[in-house]
Each structure stands twice: as structure tokens, then as C-alpha cells.
């Protein structure tokens, strides 16, 4: 009997500042290619409709993976990523972040 952990499923919705999409953009491309080390990757883009409203509904919401909550805290952890902790603040300005796994599929 396999006692491997599932993956986790993170649910990441991104409030940023006024007019900085494109150092959101820069900051979460970068992020991407870091998170792929660790076996992350967002799954999932999504952009609400709402999101002219950006201290209420969160410009992007990222559906993302890791293999394990270790790898997770590896990534958050990266060196390089630290060196982009500027650009992040620059581009957002609040995070929220549930972690979970995957549950049953209502069909």
C-alpha cells in the first residue's frame, strides 16, 4: 500500500496595485519558471470580471500545485525568487491563499 501524500492545491487570488499590470505580469512569468523546480505550476489563470474593483475582488485568482507542502516551502523559499521580493511589492498588493487537495468530483 502506497503512503504517498496527494498533491497540494493552492487557490491564490492576487489583489495589485493600480495600474501595474505589467510588472504583474514580469513578476508571476518569473515566478512560473522558478516554481517549475519544485514541481508547482499554476494550473489555472482567472480573471475575474469584476476586477475593475481591485481592493474588493482580486485582479487573478491562480489555481497552482505542488507535489507536497515541502516543495511548496522549498519554493517560497528560493533564493532567486527573493530577488524578485521588489517587483512582487511593486505589482501586488495583497495575496490570499487557501491550501488544500483535490476533494471528490460532483458529477
Same mark, same amino acid.
Given at each position: 500500500m502506497s503512503t504517498a501524500k496527494p498533491p497540494i492545491i493552492?487557490?491564490?487570488?492576487?489583489f495589485i496595485h493600480p495600474d501595474r499590470e505589467a510588472e504583474f505580469r514580469q513578476f508571476e512569468s518569473e515566478a512560473a519558471r522558478i516554481m517549475k523546480r519544485y514541481g508547482?505550476?499554476?494550473e489555472r489563470? #482567472?480573471?475575474p470580471i469584476a476586477?475593475?474593483?481591485l481592493d474588493v475582488v482580486p485582479y487573478e485568482v491562480h489555481l497552482v500545485s505542488f507535489p507536497s507542502m515541502e516543495r511548496?516551502?522549498?519554493y517560497r523559499g528560493d533564493a532567486e525568487l527573493a530577488e524578485f521580493a521588489?517587483?512582487?511589492q511593486a505589482a501586488i498588493a495583497r495575496t490570499e491563499? #487557501?491550501?488544500g487537495e483535490d476533494g471528490e468530483l460532483y458529477l
Open positions: 493552492l487557490v491564490v487570488s492576487l508547482g505550476q499554476i489563470a #482567472i480573471r476586477s475593475a474593483q511548496f516551502d522549498a521588489s517587483l512582487r491563499i #487557501i491550501i
